[in-house]
């Protein structure tokens, strides 16, 4: 099913299918310059006491007249500043205007808006100290429930705060693993996927969870994950661990579908979001390090039949097991039937078995076929029935 989730929403402009102009067209604008196509712009350092940057690359795209996608590159002069010469009328209004600075890049996106100047862009000097950064909100949504295999499938929405003036960016090489953001995952969790409207960085997976090496920015951003997580019985656990302080934790779990047991969570009023209806429970003010502890309650179970046929697909079922249970089940059948036969005999009843024998071989051979999987559940169920009639026939 994955994924996903809060894709940055860009103009037509985006890099993906960029053609940039070929040669000879900028050298056309080159020819004719038209003053009144320059725009002016500034980096600005929004840390404290710090010095906008020279010398730094700034990259403009956005979309001429004609339909194509323009990019244009230019450099900061001592005090920031920058300048575009000779651009082209402008087509869809949005643009896209960014710098690299310390090696992450800084990104400012008009969608929507006409070129007008003073084209900006803020970035900013680096700190690794994991203590600017905070939870605004975290909250963990099971979203479905696959009962044949026990798996249920969950999507959970951070909002993170940078307090400071300076982007958090740790060093993996040299700085403690603790000093990454992490998030806690439950026991067997798979299909981990992450999206993030924060820039570059990679997903590296640590004790009980994962962690992102991407650079945060001050201010606040959005982190959104799903993931499969196996249970056992009728319940999960969870122990969700905060490196960072958390203003607010909430789970929301479907009506009917599972329920949840926390003495560290208050509940709350349900919510409706489409056709859903949520339980929700919540958990305020938790300081760095701490836990919280929930019991997801209450999910179904596979019937006998699904966990047969799980049972029969599994690798060492196939290799062991099934052919000595198939073996066993014709040897019992065969016993049942010539126990039949004898007391047949018995009752001096004419004619021969063959037919009912037959019979009992093909359903012996039918419920063998299902417990490897190899016939659907509705047409096994069906045939079975239909091969039990003819029995009572016979």
Do not use: C, W
């Amino acid at each position: 099913m994955y994924r996903r989730i809060l894709r940055a929403v860009t103009l037509t402009l985006t890099l993906a299918a960029v053609t940039l102009l070929t040669q000879p067209q900028y050298t056309a604008y080159a020819q004719s310059p038209d003053t009144s196509n320059e725009l002016a712009g500034k980096v600005i350092n929004g840390t404290a006491e710090a010095e906008a940057p020279a010398n730094l690359q700034v990259t403009l795209r956005f979309q001429a007249d004609t339909g194509e996608v323009i990019e244009r590159v230019t450099l900061t002069l001592a005090d920031g500043t920058f300048r575009f010469v000779n651009l082209p009328p402008q087509g869809n209004p949005g643009y896209v205007v960014s710098a690299t600075y310390l090696e992450v890049e800084y990104t400012n996106r008009k969608l929507g808006e006409p070129l007008v100047e003073p084209l900006e862009v803020t970035v900013y000097e680096l700190t690794n100290d994991f203590t600017v950064l905070y939870l605004l909100d975290d909250t963990l949504a099971l979203t479905s429930v696959d009962k044949k295999n026990r798996q249920i499938e969950v999507l959970e929405a951070v909002k993170l705060r940078n307090n400071s003036d300076r982007t958090f960016q740790t060093d993996v090489q040299t700085d403690s693993p603790m000093n990454l953001l992490r998030f806690t995952l439950p026991d067997g969790a798979t299909d981990l996927d992450v999206e993030t409207s924060l820039p570059g960085g990679h997903i590296l997976q640590v004790n009980l969870g994962f962690a992102l090496t991407t650079p945060i920015p001050p201010g606040e951003h959005d982190i959104l994950y799903v993931y499969r997580a196996p249970y056992n019985g009728s319940s999960l656990p969870y122990e969700p661990r905060f490196p960072m302080g958390v203003e607010a934790y909430r789970i929301m779990l479907p009506v009917g579908l599972a329920r949840a047991e926390s003495a560290d969570m208050m509940e709350l009023a349900t919510a409706t979001i489409g056709d859903r209806t949520f339980l929700m429970m919540e958990s305020k003010k938790i300081a760095v390090g701490e836990r919280v502890h929930f019991t997801i309650t209450g999910l179904p179970q596979p019937s006998l039949v699904q966990r047969a046929q799980k049972l029969g697909t599994s690798d060492g079922f196939r290799r062991g097991a099934l052919p000595a249970l198939a073996g066993l089940v014709l040897v019992g059948f065969i016993g049942f039937t010539l126990a039949r036969r004898r007391r047949a005999s018995a009752a001096i009843k004419a004619g021969d078995d063959t037919a009912y024998d037959e019979l009992i071989i093909a359903i012996a051979t039918l419920d063998e076929r299902f417990a490897a999987g190899d016939i659907e559940e509705e047409a096994y169920t069906l045939e079975r029935a239909e091969l039990i009639q003819q029995t009572r026939n016979q």
